[in-house]
């Protein structure tokens, strides 16, 4: 989106992506053209080694394509999604299933893992029109462990327990759930984050995370938590029509769109918008328009913001 600045940002990422390689490959065909040996041949050689060396360069800086990425032992766990998919299979939760008292005189469902030393520090995850299925717990342990066990990952269940278990059910229970509800669960965690954070004596430092329809409660989160919300991270589906809200927020803000039309922002929002030409749910391993690569390098964008979030310290 031209005028915000990631499009600008991008823009000069594209130019040094292409255009520096082919510059390189012309400098080497002029160094190799000035050989002498066996007259013109030589000069031949270097302009097809050239463009062969132009080729495997701009094909390497393509963002979907290429070489694979590569990670460090004490990265792959949570990087490399193929290692991912397998602990997550025989894996089981061992976080904390609990249930809290909320504003409107009622009991929330959640899952969390809190830090040995508890801090000021969370991050709240937000499901999609599932609920909190097994997978969004395994999810919680997988950042929490990330982020060196000292952020506290909290992930309720808007849905009061249960679980969907077909798409006509997700889709019934995100029609039938009222606005209130949501609100008076999201409140009340606010409430216990300031809690918690003032026996420290400072503010609450919380981050967001949501996966599709939940990008409309992870919104509302930001929202009424004001300043307390650090940074919040949005997959696939950005709130329709909600552009304002993300432009007068002071989060900062990772978009990770898909190519649905819903997915996309109208309106020049000046925050981290990285768009991948794959349909919903593609970063996820069980869906059926999961893509690997793109998954991963989704993800590694999405751990990368967190890291920068909170900055712990993880030995």
């Known amino acids: 989106m031209k005028g915000t600045l990631f499009y600008e940002i991008h823009k000069s990422l594209v130019v040094k992506k292409y255009l520096l390689p082919i510059k390189f490959a012309f400098k080497f065909f002029a160094a190799v053209s000035k050989i002498r040996c066996n007259g013109s041949y030589m000069v031949h050689i270097g302009g097809l080694m050239s463009i062969v060396l132009l080729l495997l ?3 390497c800086n ?24 397998q602990y997550q299979e025989s894996y089981k939760p061992s976080g904390r299933n609990g249930r809290f008292y909320t504003a409107d005189g009622k009991m929330a469902n959640y899952y969390a893992k809190i830090p040995k030393k508890p801090n000021q520090m969370s991050l709240f995850v937000v499901h999609d029109k599932y609920g909190l299925t097994d997978e969004i717990r395994k999810e919680v342990d997988r950042l929490f462990d990330f982020l060196g066990g000292k952020v506290a990952v909290f992930a309720p269940n808007f849905y009061d327990g249960v679980v969907a278990q077909s798409d006509e059910e ?9 606005s209130g509800r949501i609100e008076a669960i999201i409140h009340s965690y606010i409430g216990g984050l300031q809690l918690e954070a003032s026996k420290y004596g400072s503010q609450p430092q919380m981050g967001v995370i949501a996966w599709g329809e939940g990008g409309n409660w992870a919104l509302k989160t930001a929202t009424m938590a004001e300043e307390k919300v650090k940074g919040c991270v949005f997959y696939y589906d950005f ?33 981290a918008i990285h768009s991948f030409d794959k349909g919903s749910g593609f970063a996820n391993p069980k869906g059926q328009g999961y893509d690997a690569r793109a998954a991963t390098q989704a993800n590694k964008l999405v751990l990368d913001f967190l890291n920068q979030l909170y900055s712990v310290e993880k030995k």
């Open 239 to 271: 709130p329709k029509g909600k552009e304002e809200a993300i432009k007068d927020s002071k989060a900062k803000v990772l978009i990770i769109q898909d190519d649905s039309p819903n997915g996309k922002m109208d309106s020049g929002v000046d925050r």
């Open 62 to 85: 393509s963002f979907e394509g290429g070489t694979e990425l590569v990670f460090s032992e004490e990265e792959a766990p949570f990087y490399d999604l193929s290692k991912v998919a």
């Open 57 to 59: 360069i701009v094909s």
């Open 170 to 178: 997700a889709e019934r229970l995100l029609n039938s759930i009222e």
